[in-house]
């Protein structure tokens, strides 16, 4: 089982910036492939970005590409998903998810492991 506990979620006004943290077991942290997924009340929960390990290869969703940055410290084991120009409508509870095993993932991997979850909430 990996823990994964995310935290920064909040308030923003359009145009603004937020950033999220997931903090996972130091041990495993430098091994696990991580995203960031996200879902609004009454749809689907969708995919944001996510980051490979090694060379930290990573994809994003088109609604977020040149607004969002995935990265990652392993000497921190946290994963972050800086969130910037937010729209009303990335307004969800966002998640973090992760994969043991290293190597690759992508937008569609079928990630085992989540945390609870953070609230971000942008206003018009």
Not at 95 to 122: E, H, K, M, N, S
């Amino acid at each position: 089982q990996v823990q994964l506990v995310e935290s920064g979620g909040g308030s923003a006004q359009a145009g603004g910036s937020l950033r999220l943290s997931c903090v996972a077991e130091k041990n495993l942290f430098s091994t696990l492939c991580m995203g960031w997924f996200r879902q609004a009340p009454g749809k689907e929960r969708e995919a944001v970005a996510v980051i490979s390990t090694g060379i930290s290869l990573r994809y994003y969703a088109d609604f977020v590409k040149g607004r969002f940055t995935i990265s990652r410290d392993n000497a921190k084991n946290t994963l972050y998903l800086q969130m910037n120009s937010l729209k009303p409508e990335d307004t969800a509870m966002y998640y973090c998810a992760a994969i043991r095993g290293g190597g690759y993932c992508f937008l569609g991997t079928d990630f085992p492991y989540w945390g609870q979850g953070t609230q971000v909430t942008v206003s018009s």
